[in-house]
């Protein structure tokens, strides 16, 4: 009798080539709406499943490990992992991975795009513009910050940091200084341009302060009203990072009393549900969590994850693995 095939989950709607790709090893149930899965329905549609392909989005924890006992390999498309317990799934033997790598150069693109509309207040004056506002010239009409030249501060100097960097720093005539837990090499520090600071240094001579760190519980909230205190009052804050590194109450209320003068966000607390004092301030640049959304490079985190799920399901060695000792 021929083997049954191994049943996988692709828990979001997404390109069909992956499914098709995934079909040729697999029995694959592909949820069709953009609506997300709950986590009831997640645990549902994965009774019997060896593996899944998720996004940033679905929470893997050990409730969700504990009621899917086949679980054996969990292949997320995004880079950040906040939303699965590594360590958990290393409890049950469930390999996790990730998609790094892939996204680092898009992902860049757009939080240097971000804080460029940030400190240049391209959304604002948009937005008044398309109001009917505009009659006449004046000479601080939307008058912003200068990029070329001012002080870069990276916080979180990882791969995304360290390409946002060059950009800065090449491209811009930049000073980048930069915070991370772990201080590049002397190496790193020239190949990319930036010096290192503590955090509150770099907080103090930031004109643009770019937030790229991952979400864990170290990281909750770094950025609250005492950190924001340190900023220029001239100095924008960017976050394509998480929500959560950067607490979105006090932001608003530093935006709203210009204790800095903008912010540029992609990802926010309790996405996709906005603080609303963030919502009514105009001096913020509000995206949907979209940084790395270029076509190309969303197919590539795709196929990254698929590459993952079937090597973890056919004895293969996953590219990109969180968790190695899972399965070792
Ligand atoms: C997006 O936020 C990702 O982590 O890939």
């Known amino acids: 009798m021929a083997q049954e095939r191994q049943r996988v989950l692709v828990a979001r709607r997404l390109f069909p080539e992956i499914s098709e790709r995934l079909a040729e090893y697999f029995e694959v149930d592909a949820h069709q709406l953009t609506e997300p899965l709950s986590a009831e329905e997640l645990a549902e549609r994965l009774q019997g499943c060896a593996g899944a392909l998720i996004t940033g989005t679905e929470r893997i924890d050990a409730a969700l490990l504990a009621a899917c006992p086949q ?20 409890a049950r033997r469930v390999l996790a991975t990730n998609a790094p790598g892939v996204l680092t150069e898009t992902t860049a693109d757009f939080g240097f795009a971000l804080m460029m509309a940030t400190a240049r207040r391209m959304a604002e004056s948009e937005h008044w513009l398309r109001a009917g506002h505009w009659k006449q ?6 008058a912003g910050s200068d990029v070329h030249g001012a002080t870069l501060g990276i916080l979180g100097m990882g791969r995304i940091g360290q390409a946002i960097a060059k950009r800065g720093a090449l491209g811009f005539d930049m000073k980048v200084a930069y915070h991370n837990r772990s201080r590049l090499s002397q190496a790193d520090e020239a190949a990319v341009g930036a010096r290192y600071l503590s955090l509150h240094d770099l907080l103090r001579q930031a004109d643009h302060l770019v937030i790229v760190v991952p979400y ?25 990072a998480r929500g959560g590194v950067v607490d979105d109450a006090a932001l608003a209320a530093a935006l709203r009393e210009r204790r800095i003068a903008a912010a540029g ?64």
């Open 216 to 240: 864990t519980p170290q990281t909750h909230h770094l950025i609250g009203a005492n950190e924001l205190a340190l900023m220029k009052p001239t100095a924008t804050l960017t976050n394509i």
């Open 137 to 142: 010239w004046s000479y601080d009409l939307f």
């Open 71 to 90: 679980l054996r390999a969990v292949c997320s498309m995004a880079v950040g992992f906040n939303n699965i317990d590594v360590p958990a799934c290393t």
């Open 265 to 328: 966000l992609d990802v926010f607390e309790g996405e996709p549900t906005v603080h609303p004092g963030l919502l009514t301030v105009p001096n913020v640049v509000l995206t949907p969590h979209i940084a790395s959304a270029s076509l190309p490079t969303r197919r590539a985190m795709a196929e990254l994850a698929a590459s993952n799920l079937i090597a973890a399901l056919t004895g293969g060695q996953p590219p990109t693995p969180l968790n190695p000792e899972a399965v070792a």
